[in-house]
């Protein structure tokens, strides 16, 4: 019930296709988008109270009220929004084989665990392009920016957001090529709160795009 009035009451930055509306998806995005909007307010809340704070107060020593500045300006948020991108990831993934297996008759024995992937959502594409014969938008913008997201989500959790190395080539050119929101400190992937916006943008859009290219498949699901 929460996430459907939040989808209602909210109002949203993602656009949405009423034919397509899904209202439990729309509540989900709904959780994140406040959760996004509370987190980016803490933020900007304790940074201007900290420089308030040290306006007026006698600074005995500057390199450790840098050090502090740059500890609350910059490594928290950056750790604060390294974790949304993970969750909003995995949200996705979690979406994905949902509709594998929200779409799956019982006359079909195969599941989804049965795929194999390098990921969930390799796995999903194949089960339902190959197993529900059901369209999955691959060419479009959002899908190749989920494949951006996904090497940046597994450059987080498997190596703490550093990108040094020829392992990591292709991320250093994607932080390169969006510099307004992405950007390196020592190797060490930065992110701006309009990334996470613009992440959680992309992933609703493609599960947009995901449901309207199978409103009227026969595996599409009952409403």
């Known amino acids: ?12 930055t993602m656009e949405v296709d009423p034919e397509y509306f899904d209202l439990e998806f729309e509540g989900e995005v709904g959780l994140f988008e406040v959760y996004l909007q509370d987190m980016e307010d803490f933020l900007e809340t304790e940074i201007t109270k900290l420089k308030a704070q040290l306006k007026d107060t006698i600074v005995l020593d500057e390199k450790l009220t840098n050090m502090e500045l740059q500890v609350v300006g910059r490594h928290f948020p950056n750790i604060l929004r390294k974790s949304f991108i993970v969750s909003l990831y995995s949200f996705l ?21 049965d795929i194999r992937g390098e990921n969930d959502i390799d796995r999903a594409r194949t089960y339902l392009t190959k197993v529900l014969q059901v369209n999955f938008p691959n060419n479009t913008q959002e899908c190749e920016e989920i494949q951006n997201i996904r090497k940046l989500r597994n450059c987080i959790v498997h190596n703490h957001g550093k990108c040094g190395g020829e392992k990591y080539k292709s991320l250093r050119d994607y932080v390169a090529q969006n510099s307004d929101t992405l950007s390196l400190s020592n190797n ?36």
């Open 93 to 113: 993934e979690y979406w994905l084989m949902r509709e594998c297996r929200t779409r799956k008759g019982n006359d079909i024995l195969l599941s989804p665990s």
């Open 188 to 223: 060490e992937i930065v992110l701006r709160g309009e990334f996470c916006k613009q992440a959680l943008r992309t992933i609703g859009k493609f599960i947009q795009q995901l449901s309207a290219a199978n409103s009227s498949s026969p595996n599409a699901r009952a409403t």
């Open 1 to 12: 019930m929460l996430n459907q009035q939040l989808a209602v009451e909210r109002k949203s």
